[in-house]
């Protein structure tokens, strides 16, 4: 069903002529291999060895409008550009390969050649009808037939929501207060995973981060003079790192295999949907453990203490 | 408060690199006042881009080989330059210094180790100072230089209040010395903070002398929960040459409670700390009594 969100990117895609491609993107990486999922996808859509793709460095002056990588937009809608132009890039070479080895452009493929190390056009059954990509580009150069590059505005009228679900287990220390993320489990239906290793590290940040909201992040300010306690200093707001955090081996991921039909090879994105439940599964774990539904976050062990002494008080009466 | 820019140091001072102690309490006897010791500038740094400090005169005493060290010499005795991380791999060669050990551990992670010295986590006099209450309960003592002389200080006497210290502007820690532990003494140190990397919310350090069922003395030391690290004084004597069992270790405990004196900071409350000190105190006290063996456990 069309939506009514306004989502655009644009991206840019040429093939050299020593038969690698060049793409331009406004997207950035925030860690989360935004630009490495765009350079599978065009490796992809083009039919060339992921190794021949690069993204080049890129500036405002070089790049069409977008509104870059964040929420869950980045693979989503701005991997959907590059595909985009990437397929227009490729029709351009087809063409004029069609020229070249003489046969319809649109019974044309490529093929990834890992021997040669680039790009194959071929026609399938026909031996001899076949052509690498960098000669098609080069001779299309000295021909002067122009080059096989192409800009393409993308626009997603959807944002297809990407689930994520979170189990945790919680410690709570009944005499102390203190609050210990024991083990954790989070999965993802983010359509075609492109990236596994990174999206499960985004599973694993969004938790990390998720766990720093529930427990600890705060922005206490002083009730006299407004200042913030912490004094604006990160020396004393704090956040929860590796350490804080379940071992390595307590903590899995899990992708569910589904596929979006509007995103770039069935792609959806995790962004900070990674982090979405996790506060609320940590609320939820802690009231299972100590009876008592704490409401205000961050659940400092101070509170609970002083929850727990309430309900014991409470129970006296 | 005003914000300032903690990229960078806006002020200015001399600097100086003096190679012995000799040169650096000379240093120190002409610009004491305006002057301040940087080690591994842990703390220093930090109170410069903040602003709260602004010395004419930094003295690095980092290339004094001389304050750098850690034997085994009628106790133990550490130079106050000495890298954190030196004294955590020595300390871990010997249960004996176990609580000194487990507050280096808790102290910070890598990179304050690396940098950090024993004697910067004590000149900066402050109450949360990880490595006090264990060098309290092994009754240390610690070495002090000027110009003219060179002095001993009862460990206990060296806290003044809140980054206060006994110290002259002209004076120099240069050494800190644990007095040989007796046998059948065990010790144990734990930490409360709000992430691994932390100032404490409270600090808890004991040493136990054992002998089989009974206490022959008991050490008790804590931070973060008064202007300096404190001595808890009527605790220990409720445990001194007492048979140990769950109510008396429960008795010092509530002892332990109505000695500190909390406050409310940016890191825990004063209520907080009071109810956790005779939880802590319970924890480090069995621990450092598993260690000392000493018979039937």
Request: charged share 25%; aromatic share 6%.
């Amino acid at each position: 069903m069309p939506g009514e969100v306004i989502d655009y990117s644009t991206a840019m895609v040429k093939v050299n002529e020593d038969g690698s491609v060049d793409c331009s993107t406004a997207l950035m990486c925030h860690g989360g291999g935004t630009l490495e999922a765009g350079a599978k996808i065009v490796a992809e859509e083009m039919g060339v060895p992921l190794d021949k793709v690069e993204i080049s460095p890129a500036d405002t002056r070089s790049t069409g409008y977008d509104v870059c990588t964040h929420a869950t937009r980045g693979v989503y809608c701005g991997g959907a550009s590059l595909q985009k132009a990437a397929g227009s890039a490729k029709k351009i070479l087809l063409e004029f390969a069609s020229r070249l080895i003489e046969v319809n452009p649109d019974a044309l493929k490529i093929r990834p050649d890992e021997e040669i190390g680039q790009g194959i056009v071929y026609l399938e059954g026909a031996k001899g009808k076949s052509i690498t990509v960098g000669k098609v580009a080069k001779t299309a150069q000295f021909k002067g037939w122009g080059t096989a590059i192409a800009v393409e505005s993308h626009r997603q009228v959807n944002c297809p929501p990407c689930f994520v679900t979170n189990f945790i287990e919680m410690e709570v220390d009944m005499e102390t207060g203190q609050i210990r993320p024991v083990r954790a489990v989070a999965a993802v239906d983010a359509g075609t995973v492109i990236n596994p290793d990174l999206a499960a590290g985004q599973l694993e940040g969004g938790l990390c981060r998720g766990i720093g909201l529930a427990l600890l992040e705060d922005t206490d300010y002083d009730q006299e003079t407004g200042e913030l306690t912490c004094g604006g200093y990160l020396v004393d707001y704090k956040s929860f790192t590796a350490v804080d955090m379940p071992l390595v081996d307590d903590v899995s991921t899990f992708f569910a295999e589904t596929y979006e039909p509007s995103g770039p090879l069935g792609a959806k994105g995790v962004g900070e949907a990674a982090n979405n439940c996790t506060a609320g599964t940590v609320a939820n774990a802690i009231y299972n453990a100590i009876g008592i539904r704490l409401k205000e976050a961050p659940i400092t062990p101070e509170k609970v203490l002083t929850a727990l002494k309430e309900k014991t008080q409470g129970e006296r009466r | 408060m005003m914000m300032v820019n903690t990229r960078i140091l806006t002020q200015e001072f001399d600097y100086f690199v003096p190679k012995t102690i000799r040169e650096t309490v000379e240093l120190l006897n002409q610009y004491g006042q305006e002057a301040k010791i940087i080690a591994g500038g842990t703390d220093l740094l930090v109170q410069l881009k903040q602003e709260k400090i602004s010395p004419s005169y930094l003295i690095n005493i980092m290339k004094i080989s001389e304050l750098s060290y850690v034997k085994e010499d009628g106790g133990l005795r550490i130079g106050s330059g000495t890298k954190l991380r030196d004294v955590l791999e020595f300390c871990a060669k010997d249960e004996k210094y176990a609580s000194l050990y487990e507050a280096l551990r808790s102290l910070g992670k890598a990179q304050v180790l690396n940098m950090g010295t024993i004697g910067g986590n004590l000149c900066n006099g402050s109450p949360s100072a990880d490595t006090a209450p264990p060098l309290l309960v092994f009754d240390s003592r610690v070495k002090i230089c000027s110009d003219q002389e060179e002095k001993i200080l009862d460990f206990e006497e060296f806290f003044k209040g809140v980054n206060i210290t006994a110290m002259a502007s002209n004076e120099l820690m240069t050494e800190i010395h644990i007095p040989p532990i007796k046998n059948g003494t065990g010790s144990a140190f734990v930490k409360i903070a709000r992430v691994g990397a932390d100032i404490s919310k409270i600090t808890c350090a004991v040493a136990v002398e054992r002998h089989r069922d009974i206490c022959a003395s008991c050490r008790i030391a804590l931070g973060a929960v008064a202007p300096v690290p404190m001595r808890a004084k009527a605790a220990e004597r409720t445990l001194q040459g007492n048979k140990v069992d769950e109510p008396l270790i429960e008795k010092t405990g509530q002892r332990v409670a109505e000695e500190i004196k909390p406050i409310d900071d940016v890191r825990s409350t004063a209520e907080y700390r009071r109810h956790l000190s005779p939880i802590l105190f319970k924890d480090v006290f069995w621990k450092a009594w598993r260690r000392a063996g000493g018979g039937e456990g």
